[in-house]
């Protein structure tokens, strides 16, 4: 097997790690979203089994466990993934650095995970096991994109800072809508556009926005008054005007600008991806935030993610690439 043949069932790897990693991201919003994140209160476990009781909360239970599952399954991908680029460090085109940076991501996703039950759904832990997953998802895709071979012209150059402000903004909503979805405050604005039929309804920021509470606390149902509810709500819904408007300018300036076809559908691509989940957003607060359009919610992050990283490698093809 020569070098590309083997850089060519790395990169297959990968892809079948983003893949698997989206799911789990979907599925860690199935099991937020259906309050069975304490199903286990254990960890790796579930109250001493590596399988759900039938006399302990089972639905509940195993919703966690099939989580679990998956999440651990990614991780032996992962790993196999770090040992594949190491064995072959030497050959040119195999990514290593970023590898090792994803074992580091994968280990404190487990952390994370285990702090997430131990500690009663603590929305900061919450929020940053979001994160970790997208995070994961995004260099996994990363890595299984094979990237040109090209110069890119001054155009394209220019349009770098202009992605990586879109990705900034990007991982700024996606936190505000962890921190939204921890706090329970996804139903706090059951109107659209405007919230508890006002334009700017009674919010607290100053309680909403604390990021840590201590030890000790059950966040299950979230603590929070209900300005503090809507305040995080109404910050999300602005957060996810401005993030929009951001991303799908630049992605229309790579659709009309780049060279590359690559690029330009890249452009194209993340501007739909946006467009998709504003209508999501939209459609949530219409029919009453059903748990099918809620969980989806999450799976246009992880498209989102996907689409922003297809345009940054089109944005740093293989040319401009002086080392690993």
């Not at 909360?57 to 680029?85: D, N, Q």
């Not at 000790?216 to 709500?233: K, Q």
């Not at 809620?294 to 002086?322: D, F, K, M, Q, Y």
């Amino acid at each position: 097997m020569n070098s590309q043949t083997r850089l060519l069932w790395f990169r297959r790897l990968a892809l079948a790690g983003a893949l698997l990693a989206a799911t789990v991201v979907v599925l860690g919003a199935w099991v937020r979203l259906t309050d069975a994140g304490l199903g286990c209160p254990d960890w790796p476990g579930c109250y001493g089994h590596i399988y759900p009781q039938a006399n302990h909360g089972f639905s509940k239970a195993l919703h966690e466990m099939i989580h679990r599952y998956f999440a651990s399954t990614l991780g032996l991908i992962i790993i196999s993934l770090l040992v594949f680029a190491v064995w072959n460090r030497r050959e040119r085109g195999q990514p290593l650095a970023a590898v090792a940076l994803l074992f580091i991501i994968v280990c404190l996703q487990g952390a994370l995970g285990a702090f997430t039950v131990t500690q009663l759904l603590t929305p900061l832990i919450v929020t940053a096991h979001l994160l970790g997953g997208l995070t994961t998802l995004g260099i996994l895709w990363w890595l299984s994109l094979t990237p040109e071979v090209r110069e890119l012209s001054a155009r394209e150059e220019g349009l770098r800072k202009y992605a990586l402000l879109g990705l900034a903004a990007l991982l700024l909503q996606i936190s505000l809508g962890g921190w939204t979805s921890s706090n329970y405050a996804a139903a706090a604005c059951p109107d659209l556009p405007t919230c508890q039929s006002s334009w700017w309804p009674r919010m607290d920021f100053r309680d909403a926005f604390v990021l840590w509470r201590g030890l000790g606390i059950d966040y299950e149902g979230g603590v929070l008054a209900n300005p503090a509810r809507v305040a995080i709500h109404v910050t999300h819904r602005i957060g996810a005007v401005v993030m929009g408007s951001i991303l799908i300018i630049v992605g229309y300036l790579c659709a009309a600008t780049a060279r590359s076809r690559r690029l330009t559908a890249a452009g194209s691509f993340l501007a739909l991806a946006v467009v998709l989940q504003i209508g999501i957003g939209v459609a949530m607060v219409h029919f009453g935030f059903p748990l099918p359009l809620a969980t989806l919610h999450n799976a246009g992050a992880a498209l989102l993610v996907i689409s922003i990283v297809s345009l940054l490698r089109g944005l740093w093809p293989r040319a401009s690439i002086v080392s690993r």
